[in-house]
């Protein structure tokens, strides 16, 4: 309605001249002649878009003549409905109102869409005088105005009157309102990337108003615990387009203007997943392979699970879905530090861009920092991959991995059969992985309901507790949620599953997901694996299990912790050299390292220790016992309490036998025994050392650490 409201107000032979009105303009010679002023400038709305363009020159003849000439010049590379759209979005209506939409908001608080006839007419009249006529002064003037229009309008036929004398009994409105500010902090970040562009973004309002009432609920419960600062960022999985974007709390008063999307944090560990999908892409492991899990120390770095608990063996899938640190600092040793930041590049990671040495094996546990906008972009990349490989016919597109978009955007052609970073199968794995990590509070039994949203997520929690971080990919949503301080003050309970997750699934349940990717099932094939390790099956594996799983799968490492032992007639090893072979009895084994069967056996009381060599048929090479700790080049730093005396380290060793002595030497210096529980307090002096363990059987072990 507005768009017929101004062309009868402004110019209403618009769609008959090229750019100039030659009859408003002979009019406006005749009219300004007789009455020795200027009354009327004969302006069209192509000229008006002129010299709005052409800001603070003055209103002349000769500026007149210069306007006319490029109004004519922008007729013949313009559609009329381009310079309708020119005029509307630059046009001033009254203070710093500039658009029809900001005006639209300003005056009636709602979108120009929905404005009514009389609302349409009365903006049709602001641009004319705006620093003159508005709501706040000479209101009687504007009404008016805004009812001679209407009048105009009716006598013309562009409203009937009925809808005359209806509008004629519209109010107009007392005081402007305040502009809508629903996503200020993604206007600031447009407007950073492309300044004075008008653009058309992919922004949903309903998703954004859902976000900012579950972004103000959360930040309410959080802030009780001086936590002050949250973002939400949602994209449309498949186009990678941004719907949902909350850069921060809206009502906090702490860094309050600071994008919390854009910010780099330390990531947690929600970088784990694609070390996990890399290991399986590149054959290095399968879904179920057991992972160690025991504390440990690698060239100085030691490693921690957040529970301090460690579960000995654990299937990589498992280890991945409880967030183990220990087995994921193991995973990259594997893998290589340099060829992961080369990988975790190439998803989009625009921050990890230090060198294998400044990060080391911390960087899967949080030593990198990342933006909740490359960490959703690397996800939604991931699902769309997947996504598009169920429904092109197990085609991938090399171009699937990109950031997120915010304009409209066209999805490049499936042009291989090989994906160019990730395969579907890897891919999905990752994802069944990420599906089974427990859900916080009520949402924990979150399968037991039809209606529950089905998403693979991970949170991450980094160091110090001063970054919570939740993700989750589903088909049609990437949801990531920051929750922490902007100024990185760290609080007790600031932990991923505890903050972040809550919002996460709020998100989720509100915007109602519920179908989940399927099996990419022309990328698997069928893989016979030893059902205890998860590994390819080896002649001594007593059980087998068939999955479904990457070609690369085929050339893991056979089953390592299976092996065939020999038994006499009371369960005892023995070997050919102390017993007849016809007599033996042949058993397949499934045995631990010491380490990794102290701490297995107490979530698996099946595990059953291997038995004993028989005395006359001793093993020399069997290892029978293992430092818990200290491991191998240990450092270890030994504190003096406030009675200025140094305080003790605790060493732990285990033993395969349950009952055996262990004889404790430092450095040639015997320090006692123990027996079931086998730890022992070490005091030393500074420097390097050696302990050594010796067994009842005469089996020995040493370590070397050094004391700081």
Same mark, same amino acid.
């Given at each position: 309605? @507005?768009?017929?409201?101004?062309?009868?107000?402004?110019?209403?032979? @618009?769609?008959?001249?090229?750019?100039?009105?030659?009859?408003?303009?002979?009019?406006?010679?005749?009219?300004?002649?007789?009455?020795?002023?200027?009354?009327?400038?004969?302006?069209?709305?192509?000229?008006?878009? =002129?010299?709005?363009?052409?800001?603070?020159?003055?209103?002349?003849?000769?500026?007149?003549?210069?306007?006319?000439?490029?109004?004519?010049?922008?007729?013949?590379?313009?559609?009329? *409905?381009?310079?309708?759209?020119?005029?509307?979005?630059?046009?001033?209506?009254?203070?710093?109102?500039?658009?029809?939409?900001?005006?639209?908001?300003?005056?009636?608080?709602?979108?120009?869409?929905?404005?009514?006839?009389?609302?349409?007419?009365?903006?049709?009249?602001?641009?004319?005088?705006?620093?003159?006529?508005?709501?706040?002064?000479?209101?009687?003037?504007?009404?008016?105005?805004?009812?001679?229009?209407?009048?105009?309008?009716?006598?013309?036929?562009?409203?009937?009157?009925?809808?005359?004398?209806?509008? +004629?009994?519209?109010?107009?409105?007392?005081?402007?309102?305040?502009?809508?500010?629903?996503?200020?902090?993604?206007?600031?970040?447009?407007?950073?990337?492309?300044?004075?562009?008008?653009?058309?973004?992919? =922004?949903?309002?309903?998703?954004?108003?859902?976000?900012?009432?579950?972004?103000?609920?959360?930040?309410?419960?959080?802030?009780?615990?001086?936590?002050?600062?949250?973002?939400?960022?949602?994209?449309?999985?498949?186009?990678?387009?941004?719907?949902?974007?909350? !850069?921060?709390?809206?009502?906090?008063?702490?860094?309050?203007?600071?994008?919390?999307?854009?910010?780099?944090?330390?990531?947690?560990?929600?970088?784990?997943?694609? +070390?996990?999908?890399?290991?399986?892409?590149?054959?290095?492991?399968?879904?179920?392979?057991?992972?160690?899990?025991?504390?440990?120390?690698?060239?100085?770095?030691?490693?921690?699970?957040?529970?301090?608990?460690?579960?000995?063996?654990?299937?990589?899938?498992?280890?991945?879905?409880?967030?183990?640190?220990?087995?994921?600092?193991?995973?990259?040793?594997?893998?290589?530090?340099?060829?992961?930041? *080369?990988? +975790?590049?190439?998803?989009?990671?625009?921050?990890?861009?230090?060198?294998?040495?400044?990060?080391?094996?911390?960087? =899967?546990?949080?030593?990198?920092?990342?933006?909740?906008?490359?960490?959703?972009?690397?996800?939604?990349?991931?699902?769309?991959? +997947?996504?598009?490989?169920?429904?092109?016919?197990?085609?991938?597109?090399?171009?699937?991995?990109?950031?997120?978009?915010?304009?409209?955007?066209?999805?490049?052609?499936?042009?291989?059969?090989?994906?160019?970073?990730?395969?579907?199968?890897? =891919?999905?794995?990752?994802?069944?992985?990420?599906?089974?990590?427990?859900?916080?509070?009520?949402?924990?039994?979150?399968?037991?309901?039809?209606?529950?949203?089905?998403?693979?997520?991970?949170?991450?929690?980094?160091?110090?507790?001063?970054?919570?971080?939740?993700?989750?990919?589903?088909?049609?949503?990437?949801? !990531?949620?920051?929750?922490?301080?902007?100024?990185?003050?760290?609080?007790?309970?600031?932990?991923?599953?505890?903050?972040?997750?809550?919002?996460?699934?709020?998100?989720?349940?509100?915007?109602?997901?519920? *179908?989940?990717?399927?099996?990419?099932?022309?990328?698997?094939?069928?893989?016979?694996?030893?059902?205890?390790?998860?590994?390819?099956?080896?002649?001594?594996?007593?059980?087998?299990?068939?999955?479904?799983?990457?070609?690369?799968?085929?050339?893991?490492?056979?089953?390592?912790?299976?092996?065939?032992?020999?038994?006499?007639?009371?369960?005892?090893?023995?070997?050919?050299?102390?017993?007849?072979?016809?007599?033996?009895?042949?058993?397949?084994? @499934?045995?631990?390292?010491?380490?990794?069967?102290?701490?297995?056996?107490?979530?698996?009381?099946?595990?059953?220790?291997?038995?004993?060599?028989?005395?006359?048929?001793?093993?020399?090479?069997?290892?029978?016992?293992?430092?818990?700790?200290?491991?191998?080049?240990?450092?270890?730093?030994?504190?003096?309490?406030?009675?200025?005396?140094?305080?003790?380290?605790?060493?732990?060793?285990?033993?395969?036998?349950?009952?055996?002595?262990?004889?404790?030497?430092?450095?040639?210096?015997?320090?006692?025994?123990?027996?079931?529980?086998?730890?022992?307090?070490?005091?030393?002096?500074?420097?390097?050392?050696?302990?050594?363990?010796?067994?009842?059987?005469?089996?020995?072990?040493?370590?070397?650490?050094?004391?700081?």
């Amino acid at each position: 309605m @507005f768009r017929d409201a101004i062309i009868t107000y402004e110019d209403k032979r @618009f769609y008959n001249h090229f750019g100039v009105d030659p009859v408003a303009v002979t009019r406006a010679i005749i009219q300004n002649y007789k009455s020795k002023k200027t009354l009327s400038g004969a302006s069209t709305l192509t000229m008006q878009i =002129i010299r709005m363009s052409r800001k603070g020159k003055s209103r002349n003849l000769y500026q007149k003549i210069i306007e006319s000439i490029l109004a004519v010049r922008l007729e013949l590379t313009h559609s009329k *409905k381009q310079m309708l759209k020119l005029y509307t979005s630059h046009a001033p209506f009254g203070g710093n109102v500039v658009g029809l939409e900001a005006a639209s908001w300003r005056y009636f608080h709602k979108s120009s869409t929905y404005l009514s006839i009389s609302e349409g007419a009365m903006l049709a009249v602001l641009p004319n005088a705006p620093s003159l006529i508005h709501i706040g002064k000479n209101r009687g003037r504007l009404l008016e105005k805004r009812n001679k229009l209407l009048k105009t309008m009716m006598e013309k036929g562009k409203i009937s009157s009925i809808d005359y004398e209806l509008s +004629l009994l519209e109010k107009i409105p007392q005081k402007p309102f305040s502009l809508p500010r629903l996503a200020p902090h993604f206007l600031e970040y447009i407007n950073k990337k492309e300044p004075q562009k008008i653009i058309q973004s992919t =922004i949903d309002r309903d998703i954004q108003s859902l976000l900012a009432d579950i972004s103000d609920y959360h930040y309410q419960l959080n802030v009780q615990s001086d936590i002050h600062n949250l973002a939400i960022l949602v994209l449309d999985t498949k186009s990678g387009e941004v719907i949902g974007y909350i !850069g921060n709390a809206k009502n906090t008063k702490q860094e309050s203007s600071v994008d919390m999307i854009h910010a780099k944090r330390s990531s947690g560990s929600v970088l784990k997943p694609f +070390l996990y999908a890399h290991l399986l892409e590149s054959g290095k492991t399968l879904p179920n392979s057991l992972v160690k899990d025991v504390p440990t120390h690698i060239q100085g770095y030691n490693p921690k699970n957040y529970n301090r608990r460690y579960m000995g063996a654990v299937p990589a899938n498992q280890a991945l879905s409880m967030s183990l640190n220990v087995p994921a600092v193991y995973a990259l040793q594997s893998y290589g530090i340099e060829p992961f930041i *080369k990988r +975790l590049q190439d998803h989009g990671f625009r921050s990890i861009n230090r060198t294998a040495d400044h990060y080391g094996l911390s960087l =899967i546990l949080g030593g990198g920092e990342v933006t909740l906008w490359d960490l959703c972009g690397a996800y939604a990349s991931l699902g769309r991959i +997947l996504l598009r490989y169920n429904q092109e016919q197990s085609r991938y597109s090399s171009k699937d991995i990109y950031q997120p978009q915010y304009t409209k955007q066209k999805l490049s052609p499936v042009d291989s059969y090989k994906p160019s970073l990730l395969s579907a199968g890897a =891919i999905h794995h990752t994802f069944e992985a990420m599906k089974a990590v427990i859900r916080p509070n009520e949402e924990g039994d979150w399968q037991q309901f039809d209606s529950s949203s089905p998403i693979a997520w991970k949170t991450g929690t980094s160091y110090g507790h001063r970054d919570a971080w939740a993700v989750g990919v589903s088909p049609k949503y990437t949801i !990531g949620i920051w929750v922490g301080n902007a100024n990185g003050e760290g609080k007790h309970g600031l932990v991923g599953v505890q903050k972040a997750g809550p919002i996460l699934f709020d998100v989720l349940n509100r915007l109602s997901v519920n *179908k989940y990717f399927e099996e990419p099932v022309d990328d698997l094939i069928p893989t016979v694996i030893c059902a205890k390790s998860g590994f390819l099956v080896s002649p001594h594996c007593d059980l087998k299990d068939t999955i479904f799983t990457l070609n690369q799968g085929q050339h893991t490492v056979a089953c390592p912790y299976h092996k065939t032992i020999h038994l006499d007639n009371e369960g005892n090893q023995v070997t050919s050299a102390c017993f007849s072979i016809a007599q033996m009895t042949h058993v397949s084994w @499934f045995e631990l390292s010491p380490s990794m069967a102290y701490y297995y056996r107490s979530d698996h009381p099946e595990y059953r220790a291997i038995p004993l060599h028989r005395p006359d048929c001793i093993n020399e090479q069997e290892k029978v016992m293992e430092f818990l700790y200290p491991t191998e080049k240990t450092i270890i730093y030994l504190p003096i309490d406030l009675d200025g005396i140094k305080e003790k380290a605790i060493f732990k060793a285990t033993h395969q036998n349950i009952d055996a002595i262990l004889y404790w030497h430092l450095d040639n210096n015997y320090l006692g025994s123990t027996k079931e529980l086998h730890t022992m307090d070490i005091s030393a002096n500074t420097g390097h050392h050696m302990i050594t363990i010796i067994d009842q059987d005469g089996n020995q072990i040493s370590c070397g650490f050094e004391i700081k």
